[in-house]
């Protein structure tokens, strides 16, 4: 997964958030005081350029191109050569050999560990920066540009990968090597986690890696990139979004089967039928509303960035009880239907072994993004009440599309308290290199690796620097690409956190 912008379908608008005597003000979200988002009225941020060196920005050119060409798909690439390629640069800088490894269940999904050490003695428990270094699959046919090859046209650098999630992948290994280059001893130890298996597949690294060995990854925190960002209108960044929750993924199969036969003597008893009508079922239906206490943060603070029309509909939505025409209005957004419930979509569908037999197995996926605080067993429930048809099979398969019911119970876990030692780096990082550019909590309505971390009890948040525009999100879609100022702005944003989080 990579962010999702909230500002999908928005115009570009005047911002205008009222703030006594124009100082910080707090946001009460999960339960927590925090302060430290400053608010600005502005149009939109302008970036303040990157202060890379030429040789930095080649060095940083050079990280991004080679991960992108190597192929790391589950069906036929490897994590274990990305990791490796990764590993040797770090190495060949100086980096302690004991503290840069390439571990993993398998020749194919190795994943990188690197511990920058802090200062001797320190107590302060150390941040975690996980990123994963595979991707979704892609043909070659579906592209304009081979997705295996980093190409730069018309402003932009394209590839499998260049927004989910390798181009912040390579933002952290050439911010580490800056570090190590200024001889950086942070005030307690860095570690950087670039890992196997977040799209999909048996081996997910960060999973592996709290079983397995969590003493290399164990952290006061965890930032991850592949939630949250920087959402832009034509290049110009509209917001920092704060990925601080996120929604939790389920798939179930739906199956039906029977006798078959010759297509000749059609019978109502038909497999296909069974699923198609299930799938309708589920399409009709719309799961309750419900805002938790990041999202209701979200619409209190997006009341005042967006069009009064929009900006009513919020207002009716925080209303206790919640005004259902407001509901109604906002939910015609894919973005804002996915903050107020629960979703179950189609996504694959299987069926028939030949065009003149009746089917005698029909079966398609749904996937679900469950709200906190539900369990895919309760998702279940519901379908199965909605699709009422014995002849429909449904279980919750996992990654690899095994059924398993072994996370049928499983519950994300109430939002994080936000770690005001972060968020004060935020406030202060942000307003370096995009002055004015609001701050805003988000609920992710995808899910990533920090499932994982949270569960293990690291908490963590999406906090990324690259900007990609409200309109041209194509994380897993063909012809994926970033603005090649935003990579540079993104290297630049990532250091200067990294710096102000540790020092």
């Not at 939630?227 to 199956?255: C, I, W």
């Not at 028939?352 to 679900?368: E, K, W």
Request: with cysteine; charged share 25%; proline share 6%.
């Amino acid at each position: 997964m990579h962010r999702k912008h909230a500002w999908m379908g928005a115009p570009s608008v005047l911002f205008a958030v009222i703030m006594e005597g124009m100082k910080i003000r707090n946001l009460i979200c999960a339960g927590v005081v925090m302060a430290g988002f400053m608010f600005a009225a502005v149009a939109g941020a302008q970036s303040v350029a990157p202060s890379l060196s030429a040789a930095e920005r080649a060095e940083a050119h050079e990280i991004f191109k080679q991960l992108i060409e190597i192929n790391t798909t589950d069906s036929v690439g490897s994590t274990t050569v990305a990791a490796e390629a990764m590993a040797k640069r770090l190495l060949d800088a100086g980096f302690p050999a004991a503290e840069v490894q390439v571990l993993g269940p398998n020749a194919r999904k190795g994943n990188l560990v690197v511990r920058m050490r802090g200062k001797a003695g320190s107590t302060l428990r150390p941040i975690l920066i996980i990123g994963h270094l595979d991707v979704v699959e892609a043909r070659r046919e579906d592209w304009t540009t081979d997705p295996f090859e980093f190409v730069e046209k018309d402003g932009y650098y394209y590839g499998r990968g260049t927004q989910d999630m390798k181009v912040d992948d390579a933002i952290v290994v050439e911010d580490l090597l800056r570090l190590h280059r200024e001889r950086y001893v942070p005030d307690r130890d860095i570690i950087v986690a670039l890992t196997a298996d977040e799209e999909g597949g048996k081996w997910n690294g960060v999973e592996w890696l709290l079983r397995n060995h969590r003493e290399m990854v164990d952290a006061e925190f965890a930032l991850n990139p592949d939630s949250g960002g920087v959402d832009s209108d034509k290049g110009r960044p509209v917001e920092m979004a704060v990925g601080a929750t996120e929604k939790l993924y389920a798939d179930f199969h739906l199956t039906a089967t029977n006798a078959g036969g010759h297509s000749s003597r059609p019978v109502p008893d038909n497999a296909i039928y069974h699923v198609a009508d299930a799938l309708g079922k589920i399409e009709q239906y719309k799961f309750p509303f419900e805002l938790n206490t990041v999202t209701r943060a979200y619409f209190e603070k997006m009341t005042g960035l967006v069009p009064s029309a929009e900006s009513e509909a919020m207002r009716g939505v925080l209303q206790v009880p919640p005004d259902e025409a407001a509901i109604a209005k906002l939910s015609t957004d894919a973005w804002y239907n996915a903050v107020m419930h629960t979703t179950c979509v189609a996504t694959m569908m299987s069926a028939g072994h030949a065009a003149n037999a009746l089917p005698d197995r029909a079966q398609a996926n749904v996937n679900c993004r469950i709200l906190p605080g539900h369990t895919p067993a309760e998702v279940k429930a519901v379908l199965t009440k909605i699709v009422a048809d014995p002849k429909v099979v449904i279980e919750q398969v996992n990654d690899a599309g095994e059924v398993s019911d072994a996370e049928a119970n499983k519950v994300s876990l109430p939002p994080p308290p936000l770690n005001p030692t972060l968020f004060k780096a935020l406030d202060v990082t942000v307003e370096k290199v995009w002055p004015g550019l609001p701050i805003v909590p988000e609920m992710m309505v995808g899910a990533s690796d920090s499932k994982y971390t949270n569960a293990a009890g690291i908490p963590s948040y999406g906090v990324s620097g690259v900007a990609i525009d409200k309109d041209d999100d194509r994380a897993h879609g063909r012809d994926e690409r970033v603005r090649v100022e935003s990579y540079y702005t993104g290297v630049e944003f990532y250091y200067l956190l990294m710096k102000q989080l540790t020092e």
